[in-house]
Structure formats: structure tokens, C-alpha cells
């Protein structure tokens, strides 16, 4: 789940077991990590190189063509080498499988206190689903909080 229409991930309240969850679920490769944050207590913790998505279960976030989008998110880095830790997202349709294209933020590398990066972007035709990505590409670490996902204007 991220900050769209109306709510921002933080990553601070956990998902209750045993309910009805109607967000982003993330996969693979990040860990919760509970001393560093940008804010609050907790922070998404990728270690290249690898990444952080919601899994095929999670709630993707529907997307007009017509519309214009800025997914954004504060980063930490600690090493990180090689093309670097960036956002990502892909357009996909139904079948999560089916990419239409992918969009990157500006990437970065070495060691950086929080930066706020971001991307934007504007769906292909036939209204896709835009998953989010925490990305290092290379060695190193990433920490990713507050991400956010909103429309935005012309």
C-alpha cells in the first residue's frame, strides 16, 4: 500500500493476521527494518542486488492513459555500487505478466543520508495497472519510506 488517493505508506502499521487486507502485499527482497526510518520507526530494507513489489495478490493501483502520475519515495543508501537504488514502475494489465512498459526514477549510488526521489509518468493506452518497484541494481543497500502515488496535473 502507498500513498495513493488519500493514503501513505510509512510502512509503521503492520498487517493484522488473520484479516481482510485490501493493499499492497510486498515480495522478495526486502526485510522490515525497525532502526531505520525516515519517519516514524520502520523503513523497507533492500539489499542489491535485488528488489521490493507488491506480489500478484496485492492490490495493484489502477491508471487512466489521460492522466499524468508521480510516484515518489525517501531513500537512504549505504555502499550501494553499479546502476544504483531507484523507484520503478510497470504498466501491466490483468495478466501481471503482460508489461506494456517501464518507468525509472533517477538512480542513486554511494552512500546518501534521505532523498527524495522520484518519477513521473503517463500510462500507455488501454488504462493499465501500475505496480511499484524498490530497486538496487548493484551491491549495497537501500532503505525506502513514505512512498507516495498521486495524480498530478498538466
Known sequence: MIRCRGVENDFE????AGTLYNGALWSRGFQLDTRVAHSGS??????????????HGGTAIYVETAK???LSAWVRTRGVTGVGAYLRVREVFYNWRD????H???ALTGDNDWTRIELEFQPGPGDPFGVPGLVVEGRGTAW???????????
Open 13 to 16: 502499521t503492520p498487517v493484522p
Open 42 to 55: 520502520r523503513s523497507l530494507r533492500v539489499r542489491g542486488p535485488d528488489e521490493a513489489e507488491p506480489i
Open 68 to 70: 499524468r502520475y508521480r
Open 99 to 102: 508489461e506494456y512498459a517501464t
Open 104 to 106: 525509472r526514477s533517477k
Open 144 to 154: 525506502f519510506d513514505d512512498l507516495e502515488m498521486v495524480e498530478i496535473g498538466d
